[in-house]
């Protein structure tokens, strides 16, 4: 978690910076979970290529870490 996104401390509990710091933490989570969404959707568009081409085993597991890399690392390509 980077800077802005760890939690007040104790002396620093007031409501308007929790409230900030809760939507900060949520906006972080929800993109989080669309990018492992946008992963499993590319992994099984993926494997069912695979399948329907007869791609080897290798050169499949190739490109799907090769996507599964991307969009970990946020790309949408």
Not at 17 to 40: F, M, P, T
Not at 56 to 66: K, T
Request: with cysteine.
């Amino acid at each position: 978690m980077n800077d802005d996104l760890k939690p007040p401390r104790v002396g620093e509990l007031t409501l308007p910076r929790w409230q900030y710091w809760l939507a900060r933490y949520n906006g972080v989570l929800s993109e989080k979970s669309d990018r492992i969404e946008k992963l499993e959707a590319a992994l099984r568009d993926c494997m069912e290529m695979a399948e329907v081409h007869e791609i080897p085993f290798r050169d499949r597991v190739m490109y799907i870490s090769d996507v599964a890399r991307k969009a970990l690392e946020g790309k949408d390509d």
